[in-house]
């Protein structure tokens, strides 16, 4: 199976990016894969497959291969020889910004470029935190509860400590700072503000079991991960994060009822459903006091959560047969003919 | 002061962005404007603004015009002897698909190109009526009760008649219908599906009164349009917005008094401040019983609301000179570089 994995971005998860395409083309080796690279200045490279390591890109070799362009179905390569159009299913891997904020999503949609990803809107309301809690709200899906905090205001916080404060909307843990005692709040809203202007703060719950669970639509029809219970510490640091987005050794199950895997399904339902389709996600879970709360929602997981699924390449097989219709609307003249032959034109 | 107006786009609002652009054409008449035209197949091209009139594009003349494709800064014009780069600030000047549905957003930030409009983010929660509504629910700021159908699933209507019915993500009046009698609600959501899989049922409140307003953010302070009480039928229909988005006399207030109008003016400052900052929008409230409701977010009004402004020039000359920045984050290697050194590669 053809499959192109668009990778890089001009993010604070640039790195990760490419740590998970490197990973991804372990995991797919009986693909037919080809590469493309979006460098920080927003320049597409057609990688070749050999060269897929990481000193590649942070020795600035792509830029001796191939520059491809976007354009109406597809990338295009032009040379002295001519130009060819690179038509493949994209699987959309820029973690973070551009490949997460719905950028990439509008100008493969745009191009009508088939891809493997969350749409537009899912992305607004997956990459900014705070609009994933718009959306839990209004699904009736139960999640921490929050403040935002806004640069240049006063912030007057009504939770007690410990909490946790995030930029609104970074993934990994860039940024990210729980904060036991209310002295060092100040100094934890600014390493926030450094990211964004909207800065969550949430209740620190001390012991929380948390578990993830991904998933995808095939036919109507959601098909789950296992669920894992990740090992972690107390908090993840980017640079064990960064080891995160290489995992590919199949996870082993978490040790929890029948009744709690539904639960946690079911409200990965509840979200998924009508905003994510296209796309694999990765939902993060609290569980306190036998209640589920929605943590995070990663609209595109690190190496595509490989690991919570037993047979991966028949899931991005499934993924690639299963993309949404985005049929353009056709253009009608209609009124302005009939204004036209009105008025005798 | 130049400026480029970009109209047309893939959608069922592909006429009125015409006129609309016809329009704007006329009212910025000490500018230096160019114009760019997105056609139904998603090519651009530089118009000639002599040529500005609505038959151009029924006809297809515009296609012996010169060819535009995005690039990094702005569209790039590519002739016989070399190329020209078009980098002027752009007027998002698409109605409708497209325009307002975040996709134009996106590729004018990927490439870093300045315009007035509203961003992706901004789009997706007005260019959907459901998440207007989310939106509206996590601001505090009261709407008109709603139920969402879905497409091939059972409805099962709370409200009471008469209602309206709504296509979810559409502007203009594509497709609604207002239901008086049980016996024609199906048809209507049929008629509403055509365009939508997600529809949007709301009571239809008889003698409403309704109120415009727009604005846009100038360093940080809202400048407010007049309050317009529009003149309009029990509902507009297709063609009658149509001759709407040609509105180019300047319109009158509304008799109502200073405490309504700051109403509506603090309802407005609640939607815009922090999502539409570098849009002029439009919101169009309805006034029942005393209490103020939002009814719609026009992110990109019809012909930018001209005629709620009484010097609409400066209006646009003080929003190209307040485009909000959009600096690419600047991509770093130092988790690749550390490892590699760590290997001693």
């Given at each position: 199976m053809k499959l192109t994995i668009l990778f890089g971005g001009a993010s604070f998860e640039h790195e990760i990016s490419i740590v998970s395409a490197i990973t991804i083309k372990e995991k797919l080796a009986s693909f037919d894969l080809s590469f493309i690279f979006c460098d920080g200045d927003h320049r597409f490279y057609l990688i070749d497959a050999k060269k897929m390591k990481s000193t590649t890109f942070s020795n600035g070799k792509h830029k001796k291969m191939s520059e491809l362009t976007l354009t109406n179905g597809g990338f295009i390569q032009k040379s002295f020889f001519g130009s060819t159009l690179h038509t493949n299913t994209i699987l959309n891997l820029i973690h973070g910004g551009d490949g997460e904020d719905g950028s990439i999503a509008s100008l493969l949609d745009f191009f009508d470029i088939k891809y493997i990803g969350p749409r537009k809107e899912a992305c607004t309301f997956s990459y900014d935190k705070r609009y994933t809690k718009y959306l839990c709200n209004a699904l009736g899906v139960k999640s921490v509860e929050y403040e935002v905090c806004h640069k240049n205001e006063a912030a007057n916080l009504r939770l007690s400590m410990p909490v946790i404060v995030k930029p609104a909307s970074l993934g990994s843990s860039i940024g990210v700072s729980i904060v036991k005692d209310e002295s060092n709040f100040d100094y934890a809203l600014d390493t926030a503000f450094e990211y964004d202007d909207a800065v969550l703060v949430e209740p620190f719950i001390v012991g929380v079991k948390e578990y993830n669970l991904a998933g995808y639509m095939v036919g109507g029809k959601i098909h789950f991960s296992i669920v894992e219970e990740p090992q972690k510490e107390e908090f993840l640091d980017f640079e064990k994060k960064y080891m995160d987005f290489s995992r590919s050794e199949q996870a082993s199950r978490a040790d929890i009822s029948e009744e709690l895997i539904n639960k946690l399904k079911s409200n990965f339902e509840k979200v998924y459903r009508g905003m994510f389709e296209g796309a694999l996600i990765r939902c993060d879970f609290f569980v306190v006091h036998g209640e589920v709360l929605l943590n995070e929602i990663n609209p595109i997981p690190g190496s595509m959560a490989?690991?919570?699924?037993?047979d991966f390449e028949q899931v991005i097989r499934e993924l690639s047969n299963n993309i949404p219709d985005a049929s353009r609307v056709k253009v009608s003249y209609e009124y302005i003919d009939s204004i036209s032959s009105a008025k005798g034109k």
């Open positions: 490989n690991y919570l699924f037993e």
